[in-house]
């Protein structure tokens, strides 16, 4: 019997205990303040982000925050272009995910209700989601299809 595949797969195992327990390690109850920031625009609407562009910070997100100003947001930076799904485990505020192309151009958008665990996904592949405060894209008339521009989306077209 070969133990190789079972060594491995235990070490993977292992592996990923150790990752999920310091991603949740550094959970510590309050909101992540001090991202970097960038300015985003949707048209003549500035966005203040900040930018969530590691794992532990993308874990985190926006959790533990009792309100958030209105011209702010958070923006989530993956690797990988993917299906990327979202919920609202330990967040107290209202939001709407905004799934982002890589040319900035919003894929889809889904509101979020507060401590809700049900996932909201992207319609495809994308790399970035930005999250605001529920109903920022409705009173500025932001749809799918609309296009951000910023420094993350400056090198598509």
């Given at each position: 019997m070969n133990l190789l595949p079972l060594r491995f797969a235990a070490a993977l195992a292992l592996s990923a205990g150790f990752t999920g327990f310091a991603a949740h390690a550094q959970d510590t109850g309050q909101p992540q303040?001090?991202?970097?920031?960038?300015e985003l625009r949707a048209g003549m609407y500035?966005?203040?982000?900040?930018?969530?562009?590691r794992f532990a910070e993308r874990q985190i997100g926006l959790m533990h925050r009792s309100a958030m100003p209105q011209h702010e947001g958070m923006l989530f930076v993956f690797e990988q272009p993917?299906?990327?799904c979202f919920w609202m485990k330990n967040t107290l505020i209202p939001l709407t995910a905004a799934f982002v192309a890589d040319d900035g151009t919003i894929v889809n958008l889904a509101d979020m209700q507060p401590l809700d665990e049900r996932s909201h996904c992207s319609a495809k592949p994308v790399r970035f989601v930005l999250e605001m405060n529920q109903g920022w894209f409705q009173s500025k008339n932001i749809q799918a299809g609309a296009k951000l521009t910023g420094k993350p989306f400056q090198n598509h077209p």
């Open positions: 303040l001090n991202l970097p920031r960038i500035r966005i203040d982000t900040q930018v969530a562009a993917g299906v990327q």
